[in-house]
């Protein structure tokens, strides 16, 4: 069967790709900055023989994929920071996505020929603006320039969360540059999902371990909770359905050269908060705030047509995310 090079393979999204490529069939190379930490993969993941591992310690480091592209039939790029702490956004946020994403596809160009096509984890993010161009709502012809625009004009002083939405524009426009500079004997494919929840495959001890997202929802859990709950909105998606919208990038002949929203529709945390309390009736859960502020809705009508999926539903992401923290953290 076809090997496929999977960057970050121990990461929240990572991890759900392996899997999904293993139960088709798939054997895959993931990327690890240790060896030690990919191990736990081996006992969670299916047909663990056709699993192996590739360390590149630093992504931002010329050349840090040639050896590990090399004999791939396809490459997942999933491997790109998702994180608000940081003290220098260049550094910790802007050059891991660009220089990682570009770094892999200069590898695959240079020393991978057998590659028929790279797919990249870019973001929600990276399509959000104020005045989306279908009256639909977000599509993949939108792109987030304001946050690039704040990031030029404020640079260092630019706020983690701002320089973070920066960051996928960045390097996704980027990824299609690098295709557009010159002829490449492989194709793109790139997947743009919005807050993605889910069962946890990485193997984490504490809440502060949890991916992004996955902790919005671990922190009703703890001591620490707030009191009143965050009026925030937004798309979200399971990362199940995120897994199966990469591997249907990669082998849906028509998938090339588009990018795909992936996102089942818009929720509230005043919704995942219900369906917390729905599930948890013996748990102590904070109140309500205020209102939420408007978000444009999130058209996934290519991916569903182009890809062939089904989104899961919010009510479903949400028991099963929190069922697999509960289990996971003891909490």
Known sequence: MPLVLVTGV???????????????????????????KAEHLKTVL?????????????????????DAVKGADYVIHCASPFHFKT????????????????????????????????VVTSSMAAVFTSTPASPLGLTEEDWNDESVRSLE???????????????????????WDFMKAAPRSFELAVCNPPFIYGPLLQKVSS??????????????????????????????VDVRD???????AMTVPEAAGHR??????????YQVLDI?????????????????????????????????????????TVRDTAASLVESLKL
């Not at 795909?260 to 945390?269: D, E, N, Q």
Request: net charge positive.
């Open 153 to 175: 004009r404020d640079g260092n002083k630019t706020s983690p969360q701002t320089a973070y939405v920066a960051s996928k524009t960045l390097a996704e426009r980027a990824a």
């Open 10 to 36: 121990t990461g929240f999204v990572a991890a759900h790709v392996a899997k999904e490529l293993l139960s088709r069939g798939f054997h895959v190379r993931g990327t690890v900055r240790s060896l030690a």
């Open 260 to 269: 795909f929203v992936l996102s089942a529709g818009h929720h509230t945390f």
């Open 276 to 316: 917390l309390r729905a599930a948890y009736p013996d748990r102590s859960f904070p109140v309500d705030g205020p209102p939420s502020s408007p978000w444009p809705n999130e058209v996934s009508a290519k991916a569903e047509k182009v890809l062939g999926i089904k989104f899961r539903s919010l009510d479903t």
């Open 87 to 118: 003290q220098d956004v260049y550094r910790d946020l802007i050059d891991p996505a660009v220089k990682g994403t570009t770094g892999v596809l200069r590898s695959v160009a240079a020393h991978a020929p057998t590659v028929k096509r790279v």
């Open 242 to 248: 995120v897994a199966i919208g990469h591997v249907q």
């Open 207 to 236: 809440v502060e371990e949890v991916n992004t997202s996955c902790k919005l929802i671990a922190d009703y859990f703890t001591a620490d909770a707030p009191k009143i709950v965050i009026p925030m909105a937004g798309g979200f």
């Open 46 to 66: 299916p047909h663990p023989a056709n699993l192996s591992f590739a360390v590149v310690k630093d992504l931002t480091d010329a050349g840090a994929f040639d």
